[in-house]
């Protein structure tokens, strides 16, 4: 509209520039919002500053940094990663192996967020209930070799277990 008194240019340079953004941030093959993409930005920052000064860079310590939940932080690193082609070359020397023949099945993404989600759970845990799980679930003890260990009776060891899978399941939600 020519009656504005403006050039062209001022209304067109903003729109292609937006354009062309929204194309880059859009036309992946996985669809990331903007929110993960900023999350991600700022975790990778925390990660390099952390890295550069000598500190741990783990993802709970990085999610807290940044006052987000583990999982939030895992998702939002884990977008972040290059995809690769099933079909493609698994190793550097040609022997036919394909990365298809070699992932593990379609659920480990779900058990990592799983597993990260878990341990930050049981990081939580006091000092007393870590120990009970570690030898219960970790090292395959009985409940009455439990008991031993932690001088305990078989049916306080039952009890405590019950209340900490309780306690671990309403971290998980």
Do not use: C, N, W
């Not at 903003?14 to 929204?22: D, W, Y």
């Not at 940094?65 to 932080?73: C, I, R, T």
């Not at 990260?116 to 939580?124: M, S």
């Not at 970790?138 to 306080?156: C, I, N, W």
């Amino acid at each position: 509209d020519f009656s504005f008194d403006t050039a062209f240019s001022t209304y067109a340079v903003p729109l292609i520039f937006g354009e062309i953004r929204r194309f880059l941030r859009d036309d992946g093959i996985i669809k990331v919002s903007r929110e993960e993409k900023r999350l991600s930005a700022r975790l990778s920052a925390e990660r390099e500053r952390r890295l550069a000064l000598g500190e741990r860079s783990d993802i709970r310590s990085l999610a807290e940094a940044v006052g987000v939940s583990v999982q939030d932080a895992a998702s939002a690193l884990f977008s972040q990663s290059s995809v690769r082609s099933l079909d493609e070359a698994a190793f550097d020397e040609d022997d036919g192996t394909t990365l298809g023949a070699i992932v593990a099945d379609e659920d480990a993404e779900r058990a990592e967020f799983d597993r990260l989600t878990l341990r930050a759970a049981i990081e939580k845990l006091s000092e007393e209930h870590r120990r009970l799980i570690v030898l219960r679930y970790f090292r395959d003890m009985s409940q009455t070799e439990t008991a031993k260990v932690l001088g305990l009776s078989q049916v306080k060891v039952s009890r405590e277990e019950k209340k900490i899978i309780a306690i671990l399941r309403e971290e998980m939600k």
